[in-house]
């Protein structure tokens, strides 16, 4: 197994990430990346899969894949339960780095910032327009609790099934969106002998820095 292991490597010839591509802020950059993604990875890649870490009171990190629902000029929004987990990271420690990896394009992007919650309003319209199971799972799921099997979760199911049989279920208190605001974005191109490219972009008095990284 460890042989094997070693063995595995894959020489990224796709592309290269010059200062000359890049623009003066991350987010256009982030916008043009992200819709060749979505153009270009296969199934089941989500262009829109990333991996969310974030830090626990003790310190300790955890990192789990989340989907990122909406992206503007303030930065990166999720959703999930407030209770959760994740939530309750988010509550002793409102800092978060996320990764996008697109391995049909070669790319990585690497973001770290604060975290704040979406509003009330912004939650609920983005709540209205999800699939009927899942907003029905949202009331269901006691997110990240201990559960006797899968049939405590069905059970559990039927229960908000029954509670909403004459309505449209609303958008619960414990469930709702956050939003990284980025003051640091890395985008990464792979690139031959592993001497990939990687130009950070970095927040300073509300101005962003662009530096290249060496490999």
Known sequence: MTS???????????????EAQAPDEPFALFHQWF??????????????AMTLATVDADGRPHCRVLLLKALDSQGFTFFTNYDSA??????????????????TLERQ???EGR???????????????????????????????VIADRDQLQDLLRETEQRFLDT???CPEHWGGYRLLPDRIEFWQGRSSRLHDRLNY????????????AP
């Open 4 to 18: 094997s292991l070693a063995d595995m490597r894959r020489d990224y010839t796709r592309d290269g990430l010059t």
């Open 86 to 103: 994740k939530g309750q990271q988010l509550a002793a420690q409102p800092f978060a780095a996320m990764t996008f990896f697109w391995p």
């Open 109 to 111: 992007v690497r973001i």
């Open 115 to 145: 975290v704040v919650k979406v509003s009330a309003q912004e939650s609920d319209a983005y709540y209205q327009v999800r699939p009927l199971g899942s907003r029905l799972g949202a009331w269901a799921s006691p997110q990240s609790r």
């Open 168 to 170: 449209l279920p609303h």
């Open 202 to 213: 970095r927040l300073k008095d509300d101005a962003w820095i662009r530096e290249r990284l």
């Open 35 to 48: 819709t060749e993604a979505v153009k270009t990875e296969q199934a089941p890649v989500e262009a829109n």
